[in-house]
Structures are given as structure tokens and as C-alpha cells.
């Protein structure tokens, strides 16, 4: 029998983007939309937590911070069991642990409780951002590959921005704990959905050796056309390095790895800081307290404007495409500290910030997708994000020691701005590296058995 080799990311690549890549698409689109709304929840029930259970500011930072403990956790641990058992198991998985605990923390009833429950919230959660990336950026063509991601990953600022705009309309009506309840039943109803249309990801089956009639049958769901080959291939570009880790720190890619996780990890602190934080600045400011929680909740909202990136991305060098918005990301953030007395003035200011601060760092698992090769991709994103997480902890942590000792409204924002230029010092470092890295080996492939 003659065999007919096909690389599916040529198959990919040749043909329109079908229905069923827009199914995965949405489904990994509510996971990171649900991932958003569960990772901030805590941060706009945070006043209502100061008021019912009479604890001050510092003592709220463990349970801020705790999720973004599991989330490190979870990221570091699910990237390389992606890698291995694949996608879909993982994220299956991560979806049940998010949701159960999140439901289960409207029940705590004490600040340990809640803590608990918060770091194991943050195991799945953690678990489940990198392996959605990476699943959507291995079903799109190569020239589309930025902008859906990114478009993808779009969900995850939606997400926190409905929270805000959901706690501000429940919390007067059932309490803070009808806002954790609600994060607990969307991913679970989620689940049930994702158990039935959930694909492998295709390009981890051929990598792994999987059976061929296994990845026909996602192929065939894109185009007819895949029923005619009897063997599937997929050309990585760049030297066989091992999987996981030895792709991470193999000589073409050490420094890209660091880079790529001191601009995550600092574009975290300046999203951790200020999305935990702003409803509470805002109200020691003057605000009324449902005004600055609509008024904060429009920090993440403008993360939508990742899409223009992925664009662009798609088109230009990414690396200095994000660093860019980095730097603009610096001076909105420092001119939010500038305008808290006009709060017409202050509501334009935190959009147009949170637009270029997210839009920034909703491109960075895209860049990280695009960059490493398959067999180490799921590790790659999942330890950038994992590593980054620690940032969100740094940044929660900031601003209780940044008001402990007394700082300004405005002196708060502007170190916290700071970041913002370190992220782009980053990757236009990580630009230079990649420019002059060590020339890649040809392409490898990992042919599957035919079974016939």
C-alpha cells in the first residue's frame, strides 16, 4: 500500500479556518473568560470582606495573593503533564478543580478558610490558561496564528471586567458570597460542554506518536480532504532539543525563556497590583464605593484591544509590537495617579490604561506560543505564566507595603508604572537575541504508524 504523507500544518495552513476551529476557538475562549472572572472575584468582593469581617487592608493580602500562589502552581506543574498526556486531559481537568473550589469558597467563613480554598481555586486556574493558548495556537494556520490567539486570550480580561461589573449589581442585592457561587457554576456547566467537543490537539498527536486514525478524525472535521493520507507529519522548525524543559534552556532559547518571563512577570505586578487594589485606592480617595468599583472594573475591559496586536504581531515584529504597548502602558499607568480629583477624566484614564497595559500582556502567550516548537510549547507557555504569577503576588503584596509606609495616591501609581518599562526592556532584549541565537537544524518529523 502506497503511503501518502501529510504535515498538518501545512494542512492547517492551506485551508479556510472551518467551523469546527472556531468550536475550539469558543470553547477555549469561555475557559480563559472564566479563568478572568474567578482570578479578580476576589479582589471586588475585597471591600465587602473589610466591612463584614472587620479586618484591615494588611491582613487581606494572604487571601488576595493566595490564588496567585496556586495559579504559579498550577501553571508550572500542567505545562509539562500537557506536554506528556496531552492538552485536553489537563484541561478538562483544570476546569473541575477551578470550579468546585471557587463554589465552595462562597461558603467560608473565616479568612483561613477562605485562603485555603482561594490557593486551590488558583491550582486550576493556573492549569488551565496555558493549555487553552497553547490548544487554540496548534489549530491555527501560521499567518492567522497572533490574532486568534490573541483574540482568544481576550477572554481572560472580559472575564475580570464582568466580575466587576457582576459584584457591583450582586453584592447590594444577595452579598459578596453570591459572586464566588456564580464563579463556581459557569466553569462546571463549562465542563459538560467541554467533555463532549474538546479535541486533542493535533499537532501533540502526531508529536506523540498517537495513533493515525486518532488524528483523521479531527482532521477530517476541518477538511474531507485529511481522509486521503495514511500517515500524518509535522515539521518543527529549529534542532531537536528533547521536550519540556531541554527546549526551554537549549542554546536557541535560554535567553528568549528569561526575557519572556521578566515581561510576564512584571506586566503581573502591574495587573495584580492595580486590579486588587483600585477599588480600595479609589475609595480612600473620595470615590463612593460602587463608583470605584465600576470605575475599576473598566481597567481590564480594555483588554479587548489585543486583536489590533495580534494584527500587528501577525504583520510585524512581535517582540517590539508588545514592548511598545508596554511603554505606553507606563505613562497611562503614572497619569491614573495624576487625574483622582476629575473622575470623568479618571474613568477615560483607567480604560485607556488598562487598554494598552492588557493588550500588552494578553500578546505575550501568543509570542510565547509562536516561539517554541511543539514538543516543549505547553511547557513554554505554562512556565512563563507560572513564573509571571509570582509578579501578581509581588504586586498584591506592593501596594499593602506601598500604603504601610505611607505612600501618595499618585506615588503608588507611579511605582507601579515602573514595571511597565522593565517588560519592554525584556523583550526588546529578548528582540536582540533572537536575531542573533544560533541557526536552527533542519526540520524534524515524527511520523505515526499507519495502522493499516
Not at 158 to 165: M, R, Y
Not at 360 to 383: E, F, M
Request: with cysteine; charged share 10%.
Amino acid at each position: 500500500m502506497t503511503t501518502r504523507d501529510l504535515d498538518v500544518q501545512a494542512f492547517i495552513n492551506r485551508h479556510p479556518f472551518s467551523p469546527y476551529q472556531w468550536l475550539v476557538f469558543a470553547t477555549c475562549f469561555f475557559i480563559v473568560l472564566l479563568d478572568g472572572f474567578d482570578t479578580a472575584a476576589i479582589g471586588f468582593i475585597a471591600p465587602s470582606l473589610l466591612k463584614e469581617w472587620g479586618i484591615g487592608k494588611p491582613a487581606l493580602a494572604p487571601v488576595l495573593s493566595a490564588a496567585l500562589f496556586g495559579l504559579a502552581a498550577g501553571a508550572l506543574v500542567a505545562g509539562p503533564l500537557a506536554d506528556r498526556l496531552g492538552r485536553r486531559i489537563v484541561l478538562l481537568g483544570a476546569v473541575l478543580v477551578f470550579g468546585a473550589a471557587c463554589g465552595a469558597s462562597a461558603f467560608a467563613t473565616n479568612l483561613e478558610g477562605l485562603t485555603a480554598l482561594r490557593f486551590v481555586t488558583g491550582i486550576g486556574l493556573g492549569a488551565a490558561m496555558p493549555n487553552a493558548v497553547t490548544l487554540i495556537s496548534e489549530f491555527c494556520p501560521d499567518g492567522r496564528r497572533a490574532v486568534i490567539t490573541n483574540a482568544m486570550f481576550c477572554g481572560f480580561p472580559l472575564g475580570a471586567a464582568c466580575g466587576g461589573f457582576l459584584a457591583a449589581w450582586m453584592i447590594p442585592q444577595w452579598g459578596w458570597r453570591s459572586v464566588l457561587a456564580l464563579g463556581g457554576i459557569a466553569p462546571v456547566a463549562l465542563l459538560v460542554v467541554m467533555a463532549f467537543t474538546l479535541p486533542e490537539s493535533v499537532r501533540h498527536m502526531v508529536a506523540r506518536g498517537a495513533p493515525a486514525e486518532r488524528t483523521r478524525a479531527v482532521l477530517r472535521r476541518i477538511h474531507a480532504s485529511a481522509a486521503d493520507a495514511t500517515r500524518y507529519v509535522t515539521a518543527e522548525q529549529g534542532a531537536r532539543t528533547g521536550g519540556g524543559f531541554a527546549v526551554l534552556f537549549s542554546r536557541s532559547y535560554a535567553v528568549g525563556t528569561v526575557m519572556l518571563w521578566l515581561a510576564y512577570f512584571m506586566g503581573l505586578v502591574i495587573f495584580y497590583a492595580l486590579i486588587n487594589w483600585m477599588p480600595i485606592l479609589f475609595k480612600e480617595a473620595g470615590l463612593p464605593a460602587q463608583t470605584a468599583t465600576l470605575i475599576a472594573a473598566l481597567f481590564p475591559l480594555g483588554g479587548v484591544g489585543a486583536i489590533l496586536f495580534g494584527w500587528l504581531m501577525d504583520r510585524y515584529d512581535a517582540n517590539r509590537v508588545i514592548a511598545i504597548g508596554f511603554g505606553l502602558t507606563s505613562l497611562a499607568v503614572f497619569l491614573i495617579g495624576q487625574v483622582a480629583g476629575n473622575v470623568g477624566l479618571l474613568t477615560v484614564t483607567v480604560f485607556g490604561a488598562g487598554a494598552l497595559m492588557n493588550t500588552a500582556q494578553s500578546s505575550l502567550p501568543a509570542l510565547a506560543a509562536a516561539y517554541y516548537p511543539t514538543q516543549g510549547r505547553a511547557t513554554g507557555v505554562a512556565w512563563m505564566l507560572g513564573i509571571g504569577r509570582f509578579g501578581g503576588i509581588a504586586g498584591s503584596f506592593l501596594v499593602a507595603e506601598l500604603a504601610r509606609r505611607q505612600l501618595s495616591f499618585g506615588q503608588v501609581f507611579m511605582v507601579v508604572a515602573a514595571a511597565a518599562l522593565v517588560s519592554m526592556a525584556a523583550l526588546l532584549v529578548k528582540l536582540a537575541a533572537d536575531r542573533n541565537r544560533p541557526a536552527a537544524a533542519g526540520p524534524a518529523l515524527r511520523p505515526q504508524v499507519d495502522p493499516h
